[in-house]
Structure formats: C-alpha cells, structure tokens
C-alpha cells in the first residue's frame, strides 16, 4: 500500500513531469510545425493536412521527451523538497534512503509504462500512417502534372504540356521541356505517353516520340527519334515509397520475429529489424532509470546552504555516460543480432550507477570524514 507520505512526493513528482513534458513537447512540437508548415503549405496543403500531420508526429516526440521530462521533474521536485527541508525532517524521523526511493521508484515505473506503450503501440501505428498519409499527397502531386491544356512549371527550368488525356488515362501530345542542366536544353515531344508507378517516384514513358537537345555553349542543336522512352520524374514531384517501411512502422513481435517477409517490407536484414525491437525495450528502461539517478544524486550531498548544483552537473554527466553506453551497445548488436542482451547494458549501467548513489547516500559519514581528513 501507498503511504500517505508516497503518496505526497509521488504527486509532486508528477506535477512537475507533466509541466516539463508539456513545455518540452510544445518545444519539439512547434520545431516541427516549423518545417511541416513550410512543406505542406508551400505545396498548396490545407491547413487540415497541416493539423493532421502535426498529430501523427505527436506520439514519437513524446516517446523522445519523455526521459527528459522525467529527469528534470524528479532534480526540481527534490530539490524543492531539501531547500525547504522537508527530506531532513522525514530523514529524522527515521527514512532511509532506500525507503525515500519507493515514491520515486513508483514514478520511474509509470514513466516506463507511458513509454513502453507509445515505443511498442501508438509510435509505430502513427509513423505507418504518416508513410501512407505521405505517400497519398505525393500521389496528389503527380496528379497536378495531368492537367490538359496547360503549360505548368514543376520545377525551375522546367515546362510540361499535354494536350489531352484520354477516358484510359493516356496523355495525348505530349510537351516536356528539361532546362535544368547549365548549357543545355533538351526538349521532349511525344505522340503519346503513360504515367508509371516507381519504388521512389513515378516515371513517365512517353511513345513515339523526339528529344532535341540545344547545347547553349557550342549552339548546337542534336536530333533523337525514339519509341519509347522513360523519363524520372524525381525531383519534380516527391515520390514516397510505400512498398518499402522502415522498421519504426513495424509492429515489436514483427521485428522480433525477422521473417524474410518483414525483411523484405523493411528493406533491411534480421540484425537491423532485432536491434530496432530490443532499442524499444532498452530505451523504455532507461527512462524508468533516469529518475532514480537524479533522486539518489541529490541525496548524496544531503543538505547544503549553497545548493546542490554540483549533485545536478553530477547527474547529468552519469545520464551522458548512460546514453553512450546505451548505444554503443545498441550499435553493437545492429552489426550482430546474436548480441542482443548489449542492448541493455545503458539500462544496467544506469542502475548500477543509481544504487551505488544510494549507497553512498545511506552513510553520510563517510562523507564527514573526508571532511575532517581535509585540510
């Protein structure tokens, strides 16, 4: 059962975590709002899409503050606590560290449970439909491209024409002309032409036809009959690939799994698709650690008239050392999936440097000594 006092720092606790995750999320949030805003809507996008787009990248940003906003909720709650003393008094009463880190401990597991569900849940289901909302309004950009009767401009240095478009979806005289390369122009016209589906992008493949290419430096123009030929069209549109997902869209159990068919729908071998899984897993630890880590530190110093900014700077620094363990060990097993129990070692790490704090923290005397030892 949650005692009363649990229950009191358990609040403050999570007081101060949403107020920082809100802060940290709007930060991120408008960052890239910034960017999507000047993407969608440079593009002719409604502010509909904007807002659409905006949400789904939502659950990934707050999967990445979380840890963060854990982090900083428990320094500045407990801080708050030791500058008004009320650590000492219940310290005096008979709290040790180790029954002081119960609140706390409660509070690293809730923010391993937030972040489990949006690392395994909301993260993959909102990047696969992000992918799919993508690659819907690149498909409506390819679409601007089929207007009859008139010249449009894609790119710069870059005019396209068809004259009509058949009930099958044929382009009927067709015009491109491409002026992208410095010195020369080379123009296309075709009887007919088809709009074909890339991995990447579509590519247009146009029949019975005549490219003339004008070389601007030497004023030489060269004459090229064809019957077909395929012209990319990368670079005038963005194509997304939606036969191809990246590991983040795909479920845990898939990746766990790494089947040839998820291998083949990612694009990547087995050790990528474990590693992503087990980066899930690890990464949610490491939030639930986090908090344990800037709690012990503060306590290591106990009280103090000129604050605890070295216990903090100390914190930091572990939670740094913390992250490069993590992926170093990550990396390690991307480049062999058999490697998989070093994706945990950040987690380990972290835990080791937490209860070594607590350690330390439960025998201030040690700390007294070394006072008296000194000069």
Request: aromatic content about 10%; proline content about 5%; charged content about 15%.
């Amino acid at each position: 059962m949650i005692g009363r006092f649990d229950r009191y720092i358990l609040a403050q606790l999570l007081q101060l975590f949403g107020f920082f995750a809100l802060v940290l999320v709007l930060v991120y949030w408008v960052n890239r709002a910034v960017s999507l805003f000047d993407q969608l809507i440079a593009n002719g996008q409604s502010a509909v899409v904007f807002l659409e787009f905006t949400a789904l990248s939502l659950p990934n940003v707050i999967r990445v503050v979380l840890p963060i906003a854990g982090f900083a909720g428990t320094v500045y709650a407990t801080n708050r606590l030791m500058s008004e003393s009320e650590l000492v008094v219940v310290q005096s009463t008979g709290f040790s560290p180790w029954r002081l880190m119960r609140p706390v401990l409660i509070f690293g597991v809730l923010v391993f449970l937030m972040s489990s569900t949006l690392a395994h849940f909301l993260v993959p289901v909102s990047q696969a439909r992000l992918a799919d909302r993508s690659a819907e309004i690149a498909e409506n950009m390819t679409a601007r491209l089929l207007s009859e009767g008139r010249f449009l401009h894609p790119a710069e240095g870059v005019t396209f024409y068809i004259r009509e478009i058949s009930p099958r979806g044929v382009l009927q005289n067709v015009f491109l002309s491409d002026g992208r390369t410095p010195d020369r122009t080379v123009t296309y016209t075709a009887r007919e032409a088809l709009l074909v589906r890339g991995e990447t992008s579509p590519t247009l493949v146009m029949i019975d036809g005549m490219a003339q290419s004008f070389d601007t430096t030497s004023r030489r123009l060269s004459v090229t009959r064809f019957q077909d030929f395929a012209f990319d069209l990368d670079g005038l549109v963005d194509g997304v690939s939606t036969t191809i997902r990246h590991p983040s869209e795909v479920s845990t159990p898939r990746l766990l799994a790494a089947d040839p068919a998820t291998q083949a729908l990612t694009g990547t071998n087995r050790n990528v698709l474990i590693a992503e899984a087990h980066e899930r897993f690890s990464n949610a630890l490491n939030a639930m650690i986090v908090p344990l880590i800037g709690f012990a530190a503060l306590l290591v110093g106990g009280y103090s008239r000129f604050g605890v900014w070295r216990q903090i700077l100390g914190a930091i620094l572990a939670l740094i050392l913390v992250q490069m363990v993590t992926q170093a060990g990550q990396g390690r097993v991307r480049s062999d999936a058999d490697l998989w129990p070093l994706a945990y070692t950040g987690p380990l790490f972290g835990l080791a440097i937490g209860l070594g704090l607590l350690m330390l923290s439960a025998r201030p005397a040690l700390f007294r000594r070394r006072r008296r030892a000194g000069p």
